[in-house]
């Protein structure tokens, strides 16, 4: 059974700050996402990660995959109040549609 | 582009009432769809999905229940509801290799 752990759960963190969410998965899988959720609210997509090695940036966000690891990371450079959020990652299963939830990790920037 | 409808977008309902929740999807054709549960404060718990008309796939045994009758068109339902079943319910879409779509969700109460 595919287990998706993310951590750390909580992150609170300065502004202007840099820090690293990890996401881990126990099978095989070359197919990872990411997503934020603002409170009271649905998901949004972020990143979209599909072969071993490849980097999605946005703005202050970075995210990699390295499935050989069964890991991906989302860096957060310079952060700032707008990224308060929980972020969830998202594997994609071989061989079937299913896409498992990571626990997620509530950050919250400080001003 | 593709949207993806939810209602309705709160409920409260007694203990051992039944539910219907309907999510339908525009702009794409023979989706995959999705029905994700998240408890307050938890992360994604996948509840069912669907590669096709009359399709079901059970991710968890509960008094839950999915239906999809037509290409774009996901129920979830139960006959009588727990306490256990409060939570926001998230219908989802995906095509191919992207990820997958959230609706805007259904904010469930058990009372």
């Known amino acids: 059974e595919l287990k998706v752990e993310q951590n750390p759960l909580f992150l609170s963190m300065q502004e202007g700050k840099n820090y690293t969410i990890y996401c881990n998965y126990s099978?095989?899988?070359?197919?990872l996402y990411w997503y934020r959720q603002d409170p009271g609210k649905s998901l949004e997509s972020l990143f979209v990660?599909?072969?071993?090695?490849a980097v999605k940036q946005e703005g202050r966000l970075m995210a990699s995959l390295d499935t050989k690891a069964r890991l991906s990371t989302l860096h957060i450079t310079a952060a700032v109040h707008d990224l308060s959020a929980t972020y969830f990652c998202a594997v994609g299963t071989s061989g079937t549609y299913k896409y498992i939830f990571g626990t997620g990790t509530r950050l919250k920037v400080l001003a | 582009s593709q949207t993806i409808h939810q209602w309705p977008a709160t409920l409260v309902q007694p203990v051992g009432s039944p539910l219907s929740l309907e999510c339908t999807v525009e702009g794409t054709s023979n989706p995959n769809l999705y029905w994700y549960r998240q408890a307050a404060g938890r992360g994604l718990q996948l509840l069912f999905y669907s590669v096709g008309i009359g399709q079901i796939s059970s991710e968890v045994p509960q008094n839950l229940s999915a239906s999809r009758p037509q290409d774009r068109q996901f129920i979830l339902s139960s006959k009588k509801l727990l306490l256990s079943d409060s939570g926001f319910y998230l219908c989802?879409?995906?095509?191919?290799?992207?990820?997958?779509?959230f609706g805007p969700g259904t904010r469930l109460t058990v009372t």
């Open positions: 099978t095989t899988s070359d197919r």
């Open positions: 990660l599909l072969s071993n090695g």
């Open positions: 989802a879409w995906s095509v191919r290799a992207g990820g997958v779509d």
